[in-house]
């Protein structure tokens, strides 16, 4: 049975190990036990399921995870939080304890190791500070993943659901739409942390593309395109796209795309869509 998931859990254990928050590292623990059980039915973590978890903190999702996984590896980097994990998930014998920061681990071969090279489901509280570089490192390192469900800021939950026309829609949008499709699971407030963050969060699942949506011939530089065309989303596509210092194009070759791409001379970036951005960066592959 899990001990933690409470406020007065949490503050005891807190005491026990006269632990200090740091803002740094983006520590806000989860003290709701009702949303712990969305993350976990959002996840469809079931006994056959190996999960990985980024940041258990002092191993309050963990615990449900172990409850309810086959076996969970959990990725923490803060050292002062590893006798306390050993403490609270010391009635588990199904989880392995990795410290170490979740941008230099070698996933591959975790899922390798412990799923038989299967995809796997990965789940978080990710510390907001590091949110999109840890989404993006995941994506493009390729590793097998089923799904990521994620608590993270509201407005980035927005930011990854987000189309063309919307103030929210940017390369996020684009790059988790070409690798995933989002689902919003739950809205989650301030006061099911402590500490209180400053934002509202929510959770997110991306279930995890086996195919792109989109046939593209070079990927990287439909992202490129993708992030110049969002620079300066204020301007013309044309003018985004021969001003960034990430391509080198000129006009009349920009230009020329465009008009081959089928698009308005006029058109802005955040009008396109993923489609159309793959169908850009064909026509200006060489
Ligand atoms: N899972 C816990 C919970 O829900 O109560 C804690 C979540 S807290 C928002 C984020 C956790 O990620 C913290 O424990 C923090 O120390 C850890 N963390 C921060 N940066 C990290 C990194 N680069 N790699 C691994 N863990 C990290």
Do not use: W
């Not at 995933?180 to 407030?189: G, H, I, K």
């Amino acid at each position: 049975m899990p001990t933690l998931g409470t406020a007065q859990a949490t503050i005891d254990i807190l005491q026990k190990y006269g632990f200090h928050f740091s803002k740094k590292l983006g520590q806000n623990f989860l003290i709701d036990p009702h949303v712990i059980g969305k993350i976990i039915a959002a996840a469809g973590v079931g006994e056959d399921d190996f999960v990985l978890e980024i940041g258990p903190g002092i191993g309050t999702l963990t615990q449900y995870l172990c409850e309810a996984a086959r076996e969970v590896t959990a990725v923490e980097l803060d050292d002062d939080l590893l006798p306390i994990l050993a403490d609270t998930l010391s009635a588990y014998d199904n989880v392995t304890v990795i410290h170490g920061d979740i941008l230099k681990q070698d996933i591959g071969a975790i899922a390798a190791e412990k799923n038989g090279g299967k995809p796997i489901k990965i789940v978080a509280n990710l510390p907001y500070y590091i949110t999109t570089p840890i989404i993006m490192s995941l994506f493009e390192s390729h590793v097998p993943m089923e799904s990521l469900t994620l608590m993270v800021q509201k407005e980035v939950a927005a930011r990854m659901a987000a189309g063309p026309g919307s103030k929210d829609y940017g390369s996020l949008s684009l790059a988790v739409q070409y690798y995933s499709e989002p689902y919003l699971a739950a809205n989650v407030p301030q006061n099911c942390f402590i500490p209180r963050p400053n934002v509202d969060s929510a959770v997110v699942r991306l279930t995890c593309r086996q195919e792109p949506p989109v046939a593209v011939k070079d990927e990287a530089l439909m992202f490129a395109i993708i992030r110049a065309s969002f620079e300066q989303r204020r301007k013309t596509l044309v003018n985004s796209l021969t001003n960034s210092a990430r391509l080198s194009f000129d006009k009349e070759t920009v230009r020329a795309a465009i008009a081959a791409a089928g698009l308005p001379e006029t058109i802005r970036g955040e009008a396109l869509t993923l489609p159309q951005f793959a169908v850009l960066a064909d026509c200006l592959h060489q």
